[in-house]
Every structure is written in structure tokens, then in C-alpha cells.
């Protein structure tokens, strides 16, 4: 009984700390848009630079846009594929061991498939509109 009523709140905090998540690791490349991309250009990915500015904005705008809870499952399919590629990054292209690798890369995408399958919630922006893009 109690859990049902806690229920409608279940995706309020994933969507939050997922969202801040993404503020926190994009702002850095926000602010050196200009800055260094040859980590990005050393996996193969060209044109380094275009694709580092998606990159930023989609985790700084896009982690902006998750907290508010609009357009969630847009935002978390594009972050999912950023994520998808840091994942390749550290297990695969640098060897990194799990622990201390990628574990949190793969936290981020479950956390990010459940916004992209369940959407925002009952209190974000898109359920405020009746946006459901899946």
C-alpha cells in the first residue's frame, strides 16, 4: 500500500541523478569546446571535433533536459549511444579492468534504458505536455 503510493515518485530520482550526472561530465566540455578532442579523434572517430561538440551538448543540455524531465527519451537514446561509445572506449580500446573501468558506464546505460522504456514520470515536462516519444 504504501509502495503504491511512493510508486508515481520511483523515476523522479534516477531521472535527477542521471541528469546531473551528465551536467557535471558535459560542463567541462562545454567550457573547452575549443580544447583538446585527440582522445576522441584516438579512437578512430572523425571529425573529432564536430563530433566532440555533439558530444558536449548532449551531455550539458541533454543532462539540463533530463532533470526537467523533457524530452527524456530523446535525450536518453542520445546519451545512451555517448555512453555506448565510452563504453568501447574503456573495455575494449583502452583494455580498462572493470573495476576502476567501466562499471559506471554501464550503470549509466541501464539507468538510461529505463528512462528511454519508461519515459519521465509523472512530474516532469513531458508528462506536464503528454510528450511520449516511444
Known sequence: MVLEALLPFALLPLRV????IFVVHGLPKI???AGDVSWLAGLGIKPARFWF?????TEFIG???MIAGAFVQIVAALQCISMLVALYANAIAWKKPFKGGYELD???IAGLLAMLVLGAGPYSVDATFGLSFF
Do not use: T
Open 31 to 33: 567550457k573547452g569546446l
Open 63 to 65: 543532462g539540463i533536459a
Open 17 to 20: 541523478m542521471l541528469g546531473i
Open 53 to 57: 561538440v555533439i558530444l558536449a551538448l
Open 106 to 108: 554501464l550503470l549509466l
